[in-house]
Every structure is written in structure tokens, then in C-alpha cells.
């Protein structure tokens, strides 16, 4: 499936506003960088609710049929969640807004949109990390296999009998 992303310059744009805006929480930049994105995209602005918790602490964003996108916001996000940092934080609204985007087949299509979005930036803005796949994107199952992918063992060797 081919998919349409705005250049790296424009999508460390959106990442260098979204993390500015979890630090700081100034609405401003936030709505920059959602209008960057539906700019590119050619659709309008969605309309962002904005929540304490959604789903009891379950879920960190949902996304309508009407378009209205419901996020935890930063300050609650950092505040009584297992899972709080800024990365993931930023991942869920880029998931959110791939359900915005892609509304057919949901799940899985933002899910990829959402990691293909983040490859090349990098956090800090170095070249040479922008060639590797940022490590908190990935998935459960593939920093699993990632884990256990350890060295082979050596080889055993066959066992003579004893009775010589």
C-alpha cells in the first residue's frame, strides 16, 4: 500500500511543534502543526477534544466518523499513566490523525501510517539517525523479535560413548 507523506523538512515541522507543545502546552502549537498536516493533506482541520482520560486510563485517543479526534491531554498524559513519555504521546496523535486520514481498514492503516510518518525524523535532528528506524515506533512484536535475536549457540559436538 502506497501512502503519501509530506517531505522529512515538513514532518519535522509537525514533530518539533507537537514536542513543544507537550512541554509547554501552548495550543498554538499544536493547531500549527494539525494544519500542516491537513494542508498537505487537502482536508479540513479536524476538530481536537481534548480529555482527562478516555476509556477509564485504557485508550490515549479516539478518532469519529465526523472527524473529531478525542486526545489525552499532555498534562494528564504525564500524570498517573504506566506509559508517559513524550514519544508515545506524539505517536498517538500521528495514529489518531492516520485514522483521520485513512478512514477505511482503520487500525491497520494508521498503525503503518503512523510509523512511516516518524522514519527519518529523528529526535534531535541528526542525519545519521535519520537513517535508522526510531526504536520507540516500533511496534511490541517487532522489539520482541528484536530482543530475541541473540548470538547462535555454539555448536554441540556428538557425544562419544563411554564404553571404550
Known amino acids: 500500500m502506497w501512502m ?3 517531505g522529512i523538512r515538513e514532518r519535522r515541522m509537525v514533530d518539533r511543534q507537537l514536542t513543544a507543545f507537550f512541554r509547554d502546552h501552548r495550543e498554538i502549537d499544536f ?33 469519529y466518523e465526523n472527524g473529531t479526534i478525542h486526545l489525552v491531554h499532555p498534562e494528564n498524559w504525564k500524570r498517573g499513566r504506566k506509559y508517559n513519555s513524550e514519544r508515545q504521546w506524539i505517536h498517538t496523535v500521528y495514529h489518531e490523525f492516520g485514522h483521520y ?23 534531535n535532528g541528526r542525519a545519521e539517525d535519520a537513517r535508522r528506524p526510531v526504536r520507540a515506533a516500533a511496534s511490541r512484536a517487532s522489539r520482541k523479535r528484536a530482543a530475541s535475536v541473540r548470538r547462535p549457540r555454539p555448536r554441540q559436538r556428538p557425544r562419544r560413548s563411554r564404553s571404550r
Open 31 to 63: 493547531r500549527r502543526a494539525i494544519a500542516l498536516l491537513s494542508r498537505f493533506y487537502e482536508l479540513p482541520r479536524p476538530t481536537v477534544a481534548w480529555f482527562e482520560y478516555l476509556d477509564w486510563g485504557k485508550t490515549a485517543g479516539r478518532t
Open 4 to 6: 503519501i507523506f509530506p
Open 101 to 123: 486520514v485513512l478512514w477505511t481498514d482503520a487500525e491497520r492503516k494508521a498503525d503503518r501510517f503512523a510509523y512511516r510518518f516518524i522514519r527519518g525524523v529523528s529526535a
